[in-house]
Nanobody, 118 residues
Framework: QVQLVESGGGLVQAGGSLRLSCTASGSMFSINVMGWYRQAPGKQRELVATATTRGSTNYADSVKGRFTISRDNAKNMVYLQMNSLKPEDTGVYYC????????????WGQGTQVTVSS
């Protein structure tokens, strides 16, 4: 089982920036995906951005051009740089680790709150 710990959330004004970090520990599959999901009050959890061990990235349309995901495979860390934040970016941001071996296996962090004030 992989454990994930997030940090970097907080309160920021619209137009501001935040950087989230996630550290993974435990036995990790060599080919995997790490990323960020978020959940706003009353809404379902949604994908924000993901990055594979090989460097491929994927973003939700709503954050393209504003958020950048990166990872440090040597340190088992993934980051999310969030710029030009909007009130609709508010939510709990969860770090995710997953890999496929016949089926998908997921691990989740405890979540970190991001609040963007208007």
């Amino acid at each position: 089982q992989v454990q994930l710990v997030e940090s970097g959330g907080g309160l920021v004004q619209a137009g501001g920036s935040l950087r989230l970090s996630c550290t993974a520990s435990g036995s990790m599959f060599s080919i995997n995906v790490m990323g960020w999901y978020r959940q706003a009050p009353g809404k379902q959890r949604e994908l924000v951005a993901t990055a594979t061990t090989r460097g491929s990235t994927n973003y939700a349309d709503s954050v393209k051009g504003r958020f950048t995901i990166s990872r440090d495979n040597a340190k088992n860390m993934v980051y999310l740089q969030m710029n030009s934040l909007k009130p609709e970016d508010t939510g709990v941001y969860y770090c995710n680790y997953n890999y496929f071996l016949i089926r998908r296996y997921d691990s989740w962090g405890q979540g970190t709150q991001v609040t963007v004030s208007s």
